[in-house]
């Protein structure tokens, strides 16, 4: 099924599959994160040396964004190579490598080797604990929410606005961050048990490896002052915090309010954020960050500005994606107007019956579709959950309903797995607070 605006669109899962039909050689790759955590994928590939590179290319991509690292093995000297030449200092995926290397604060490696080393994993059974007096904080780009939670029940909760992407004084996080802590915790007698944190960004033991809250502060700053961050403010309560990507945080309160494991959560706003639990009911400390994931393997299409990658997820699967088939929609949106501002004028016309917008949506929801299917290779998916601006009203309706029809026709088994669905209030806010105080 091609995406009605966007003829040159090849899905991964598509391009991939057909590679794999006519690959033989088996090949095997590993990624490994902190603490020797390693996640090993097996696969094949054929005789014809430029779809291998491009095959294993992708893939590795795929793979770091999805569950990270800084060590990549491969029993393949001719693609070790390859993969060496593209993640070096001015390579290909020299983004990819500097990225990685801050992340986990070690030198990026390639390695070949026969030995390639299994799958090491350690999921963690954060949240769902809701005894005692909890605070839960959610750190977003322009608000800030706080939850005073009690035995379970949320007996306080407030949005507070801040500016966090604009300023560079670390002090103005710090202080903000602990008013609104002070004041959950106030409502609960001064005397709280434990604080829960959902933030976007990068997260490993409780430390701000990379996040866009912090984006205007000076690298010497962020090391010396944001990377425990909450750490520090949880000492001054003298308590213990868990921090944990928004993401996760909104994947588990859907798992909590449906009682059910294999969730993934995906929010399309600003980019795209991802979240997993598992079948087991833990998070992974997997990246996630499939924003940076490929999604189209067409080398022309659109490039992500920050990464300077094409056809990469934040393009396809945010207010990004709208903007762009907005043209091929017979829309002008005029060049002073926010990109917030741009994605409400598409909404208020598919709300007003124009074709044309209806259209960006339902490529949207093909693009969505074939998306999926890529991502349940890696991922075990039970309950897709769909958040963020961009799948509010009719739009949204249009999104999984084409998402859908993709999967029924071309991925029927999976179709009959997966159920995707959209939180309702009271798991997006009430949901959210209790889930982000449990962990």
Not at 131 to 157: L, N, Q, T
Not at 166 to 189: D, Q, W
Not at 314 to 337: E, R, T
């Amino acid at each position: 099924m091609q995406p009605i605006l966007d003829n040159d669109f090849i899905p991964a899962i598509k391009w991939t599959k057909n590679f794999l039909a006519d690959a033989s050689i088996p090949v095997s790759v590993a990624v490994e994160r902190e603490n020797s955590l390693t996640y090993r994928y097996d696969t094949r590939i054929g005789k014809n040396q430029a779809d291998n590179e491009f095959y294993i290319e992708r893939l590795v991509k795929m793979l770091l964004w999805t569950v990270g690292g800084f060590k990549i093995y491969i029993n393949r000297k001719e693609l070790a190579a390859y993969l060496s030449n593209c993640y070096s200092d001015g390579g290909l995926r020299s983004f990819d490598k500097k990225f990685m290397e801050r992340v986990y604060e070690k030198p990026f490696q390639i390695i070949f080797t026969d030995d390639v080393p299994a799958t090491k994993g350690n999921p963690q059974a954060i949240g769902r604990n809701l005894s005692g007096s909890r605070v839960g904080f959610d750190a977003g780009g322009s608000d800030m929410k706080v939850s005073a939670v009690k035995d379970g029940e949320v007996v306080f909760s407030e949005e507070i606005v801040w500016l966090p992407k604009l300023n560079e004084n670390p002090a103005y996080h710090y202080e903000n961050i602990r008013e609104a802590i002070k004041r959950g915790a106030e409502r609960l007698g001064g005397k709280i048990d434990a604080i829960g944190v959902s933030s976007a960004g990068i997260y490993i033991g409780n430390r701000t490896m990379v996040a866009s809250l912090f984006l205007k502060i000076p690298q010497e700053q962020f090391d010396a002052q944001i990377k425990d961050i909450y750490i520090n403010i949880a000492r001054e309560f003298g308590v213990s915090v868990r921090v944990a990507n928004d993401g996760d945080v909104a994947a588990l309160a859907g798992s909590m309010c449906l009682e059910k494991n294999g969730v993934l959560g995906i929010a399309m706003g600003t980019s795209e954020a991802v979240g997993y639990v598992d079948q087991s009911g833990k998070i992974t400390g997997w990246l996630n960050e499939l924003a940076f994931a490929p999604a189209d393997y067409n080398t022309k299409a659109i490039r992500d500005e920050w990464s300077g990658d094409y056809g990469v997820g934040c393009k396809y699967f945010s207010q990004d994606a709208v903007i762009k088939l907005a043209g091929a929609a017979g829309i002008d949106l005029p060049d002073n107007l926010t990109l917030a501002e741009k994605l409400k004028v598409v909404q208020k016309l598919v709300n007003e019956g124009h074709e044309g917008a209806r259209q960006i949506f339902e490529t949207i929801g093909v693009y969505f579709g074939y998306a999926i299917a890529y991502y349940a290779e890696f991922y075990d998916i039970n309950y897709l959950q769909v958040l963020g601006r961009v799948t509010s009203g009719i739009g949204g309706d249009l999104i999984i309903e084409n998402a859908n029809r993709v999967l029924l026709e071309e991925f029927s088994e999976l179709a009959q797995k997966v159920t995707l669905y959209v939180p309702d209030e009271y798991e997006r806010r009430v949901g959210q607070a209790i889930a982000a105080a449990s962990l």
